[in-house]
């Protein structure tokens, strides 16, 4: 199994510009999240989904988009960038929609950079 | 609403020394508790989790954490580090619902 895997690895955009970050697991887990993660700040939530056709907000979501046409996929649409938008972005999924106690495994990360 | 904090941002600690790295959750309910480990320019991985089973719950990598509710706290130690332990930290607490809340985390340092 590959886990989760994200791409592109690094990302230099400049502002106003659109782009699709991409996330596949090949695990068949049932909930995908996106998450930023800011120095000193830990990670905070964006953009969830509990399974396919099924997405929902999280802490930070503004600015971004998401869609869940299948199980495997789980992309990230930046619509207009803003150099508020420069973070390391993290994709993770999880078995079962509402399993509390299920590990979320993470992909490696796309490190976006937004002049 | 569920919240974890970690109370040091940066420890620093000598090869084959103990490491204690603190963290202080709040829950309205039993929490969900777990602690991941990043290491530089890679993504996160699970070191352990606690789920009601038992208060002291053993990790990867020779770590362990206990849950002591009367101080809503869960701390994560090991007896010796090791320079491949140089990590972030990070404490994460679970809404219930799927969704982690993390701390901001603690970067850990072994000096030779």
């Known amino acids: 199994n590959a886990g989760v895997t994200q791409t592109p690895k690094f990302q230099v955009l400049k502002t106003g510009q659109s782009m699709t970050l991409q996330c596949a697991q090949d695990?068949?887990?049932?909930?995908m999240s996106w998450y930023r993660q800011d120095p000193g700040m830990g990670l905070r939530l964006i953009h969830y989904?509990?399974?396919?056709?099924?997405?929902d907000q999280g802490e930070v979501p503004n600015g971004y988009n998401v869609s869940r046409s299948t199980t495997e996929d789980f992309p990230l649409r930046l619509l207009s960038a803003a150099p508020s938008q420069t973070s390391v972005y993290f994709c993770a999924s999880s078995r079962q929609g509402h399993g509390s106690y299920n590990e979320q495994f993470f992909g490696p990360g796309t490190r976006l950079t937004v002049l | 609403a569920q919240s974890v904090t970690q109370l040091d941002s940066h420890v620093s600690v000598s090869e084959g020394t103990p490491v204690l790295l603190r963290c202080n959750y709040s829950s309205s309910y039993s929490p969900s508790l777990f602690w991941y480990v990043q290491h530089p320019n890679k993504g996160l991985q699970l070191l352990l989790k606690y789920t009601s089973a038992a208060t002291l719950v053993k990790g990867i990598n020779g770590f362990e954490a206990e849950f002591k509710k009367s101080e809503t706290s869960f701390h994560l130690t090991k007896p010796s580090a090791h320079m491949s332990d140089a990590a972030e930290y990070f404490c994460?607490?679970?809404?219930?619902?799927?969704?982690?809340?993390f701390g901001q985390g603690t970067e850990l340092s072994v000096k030779p």
């Open positions: 989904s509990v399974g396919a056709g099924i997405t």
């Open positions: 994460v607490v679970s809404d219930g619902g799927g969704k982690l809340i």
């Open positions: 695990m068949n887990h049932e909930y």
